[in-house]
């Protein structure tokens, strides 16, 4: 996500923006559903070199914000709109492989630690509005806010000043919250990113 360079590039923080797709999954006993939300991402991270120039430690933090209509819920209980806010946290190892003087390759991997600030569905053709925190359809998806996410991505960094990044991660923990389905539904996040950072 947000990656910066290490001492020896001079540029150890990032400021990024991006846009991606969340992509929540429910697995039910009857089948399957998806909930593909778009939107974006901003945040900082700041690099700390474990091996100078090759080799850095790269701990941030952002807000992401996705949206989007006509998602089927889990059992067949008909379709709503969703917007998802996040904190997230990634904790990331940097790889720097230099191509030339001024283009920097860059392999990222690492944890990233979510906490779930918002997440809101509202019922196609109706005026009901569910906090799915709170638990939405009653206590049949009631989502938890933490999640810790695994993945890593590609980067390019231009001059040791702009940053370009592609990102995919998977969340570890079963998302699902509701006592009444907690023996056979899982909810699982998962977040495609393409990103562009400045490097200070």
Not at 165 to 186: A, E, H, M, P, Q
């Amino acid at each position: 996500m947000m990656l910066a360079g290490t001492s020896v590039f001079a540029q150890n923080i990032a400021v990024e923006a991006g846009f991606g797709l969340s992509s929540t999954r429910f697995d039910y006993t009857l089948g399957n559903t998806t909930a593909d939300l778009y939107g974006g991402t901003v945040g900082l991270s700041y690099e700390i070199p474990l091996v100078e120039g090759t080799i850095g430690l790269a701990p941030g933090i952002q807000f992401g914000y996705f949206t989007g209509g006509n998602v089927n819920l889990p059992f067949k209980l008909g379709q709503a709109s969703f917007n998802e806010s996040y904190l997230a946290v990634p904790l990331d190892i940097n790889l720097h492989l230099p191509i030339s003087e001024d283009i920097k390759f860059l392999v990222v991997a690492g944890p990233t630690f979510d906490l779930g600030l918002t997440s809101r569905a509202k019922v196609k053709d109706t005026s009901v509005e569910y906090d799915i925190y709170d638990g939405a359809l009653g206590d049949m998806t009631k989502y938890t806010r933490y999640d810790v996410l695994v993945g890593g991505g590609l980067g390019l960094d231009v001059m040791d000043a702009v940053r370009f990044t592609v990102r995919y991660d998977y969340g570890l923990i079963n998302r699902n919250g509701g006592n009444l389905t907690s023996g056979f539904l899982k909810v699982h996040r998962s977040q495609l990113k393409l990103g562009v950072g400045f490097l200070f």
